[in-house]
């Protein structure tokens, strides 16, 4: 085989260099052909676009063609020609094919239109068909758009523990990280597990969030955002819940929570317009195949103003609804923690555009969000999405120790190992803001995918992590 530098299909596919000779690797999607003339459709998984490798029958022999099956692994070096065939401008006319790997009829993604169910049992090869691959290019796209995005604005990435001692958060939803022998398991003579002994000296968890050290990297930098993988052991089976997932977490300080939304509504405008510029092919494909309303809400998002309204005003607009015959499947009123169809409808069939609830109840929201004047309400903040729901929750700050400290109280939480928290309130307090962008559900909303399980390369959800 002649040795020439392999060019990647999505940049033969650019090349008017007709007459040159090429190299490329990649893997069979189809292969048909007559008597004479085998085309075969190579992808390479550079972009969604195979490349037509025209191979002769004579010049390669019927019995190396009929290794040639989907799924196969090739390299053809050949002549790129001037496609007179409709689709691409031009395709291969094959010199060499070498087989690097043979496929057999085994090969789970053989099949067109197989249910996403079959693939997600196997992920480990889904990645090869044009839909998984079309969302792993989106994937990375909008994690680059993200870091473009706060480079630019002047924020810091701020790399925030995995491995947590804090259980304020989460309790009851966290991972626990131990050496401990879990066969021998001793405990102490209130009945209690002694970690005294254990790795890190004390209970540790897998971190549900980032935002606590996040806080203390606004409150010396600025402006920081985490973005990382969170883990929430929620039970939660539905097609918007992972157990492992990724959060991106801006946080600045001396901005309120109007600022704050001022800078959601922008982030997330900006991830949006930078897939509709850079991830046309694979949107296009997604929009065709997927969902044929996807590339009109991308373009209405990023068009239109979101909705800003206290929560007290959704509740009353969801008892509106109710009491003009629209049912839902869980009761409505002031206190309530809103499900996700109460969100969809506000957005979907209410308001026709992305919605920024504030002022929740502070029953339902964490204990650090900044009272309201009222007693009842803090300045939280949820960006509701059509489709997804929630994809955003944010809020001011309490900067107050006093009143954080009243709050902790109240609320019986654990605080025996958060008191170098407590200190940003101690040491130059200041007031500052921040939100958490679930980056899967940012991908379901760019995809138009139905389901978290099918953005995210290998899942973890309640009684699954394999591969
Ligand atoms: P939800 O009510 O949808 O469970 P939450 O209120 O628990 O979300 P937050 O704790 O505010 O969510 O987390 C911030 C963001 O992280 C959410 O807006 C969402 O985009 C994302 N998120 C939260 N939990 C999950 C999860 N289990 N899987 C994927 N993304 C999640
Ligand atoms: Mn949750």
């Known amino acids: 085989m002649q040795t020439i530098k392999r060019t990647r299909i999505l940049d033969v596919l650019k090349s008017s260099e007709f007459g040159t000779t090429v190299n490329v690797k990649g893997w069979v999607r189809t ?17 969604i676009k195979n490349v037509q490798i025209v191979a002769d029958v004579e010049k390669f022999g019927e019995e190396t063609l009929k290794q040639i099956t989907t799924g196969a692994c090739l390299s053809v070096v050949g002549t790129l020609v001037e496609s007179v065939g409709s689709g691409q401008n031009c395709e291969i006319q094959a010199t060499e094919i070498e087989i690097l790997g043979t496929c057999g009829s085994d090969y789970p993604m053989q099949k067109k239109g197989q249910s996403f169910e079959f693939m997600r049992q196997h992920a480990h090869m889904r990645l090869r068909t044009n839909t998984f691959g079309a969302v792993f290019r989106i994937r990375h796209n909008m994690a680059i758009a993200i870091h473009k995005y706060f480079h630019e604005h002047g924020f810091y990435y701020f790399h925030t523990p995995i491995i947590t001692a804090s259980d304020c958060e989460g309790a009851g939803q966290m991972f626990q990280v ?20 254990d790795f890190f000296g004390k209970q540790t968890s897998l971190t549900v969030s980032g935002q606590l050290e996040g806080e203390l990297g606004a409150t010396a930098l600025g402006a920081i955002y985490t973005f990382g993988p969170t883990f929430r052991a929620e039970n939660s089976n539905t097609p918007r819940h992972l157990a492992e997932f990724w959060m991106i977490e801006p946080e600045v300080a001396f901005n309120d929570i109007t600022d704050n939304m001022d800078l959601a509504e922008d982030f997330i405008k900006y991830c949006v317009r930078w897939a509709l510029d850079n991830c046309k092919d694979d949107l296009d494909f997604l929009n065709k195949m997927i969902d044929k309303t996807l590339l009109d809400r991308l373009h209405f998002v990023v068009e239109h103003d979101f909705v800003r309204l206290p929560y007290g005003e959704g509740i009353r607009i969801l008892e509106e609804a109710i009491k003009n015959g629209h049912k839902f499947e869980f009761p409505v009123y002031w206190g309530v923690d809103l499900a996700s169809e109460h969100e969809r409808y506000l957005v979907e069939e209410h308001f026709k555009r992305p919605v920024i609830l504030t002022d929740y109840p502070k029953e339902i929201k964490a204990f650090y969000m900044k009272l309201n004047d009222d007693g009842k309400t803090v300045r939280a903040m949820d960006v509701l999405f059509p489709q997804i729901g929630e994809i955003i929750g944010g809020s001011e700050r309490e900067e107050n120790y006093d009143k954080l400290m009243s709050r902790i109280e109240e609320l019986h939480i654990p605080m025996k190992d958060m008191w170098w928290y407590l200190d940003t309130r101690k040491f130059g307090t200041c007031p500052h803001s921040g939100f958490g962008l679930g980056f899967e559900r940012l991908i379901l909303f760019v995809t138009g995918m139905q389901n978290i399980r099918d953005v995210i390369p290998f899942p973890r959800t309640p009684k699954s992590a394999d591969f």
């Open 178 to 197: 131990t050496t401990k022998n879990l066969y021998d398991l001793k405990k102490g003579e209130d009945g209690k597990i002694d970690y005294s002994d």
């Open 31 to 47: 292969r048909r052909g007559s008597k004479s003339v085998n085309f075969i459709a190579l992808n390479d998984g550079s972009t």
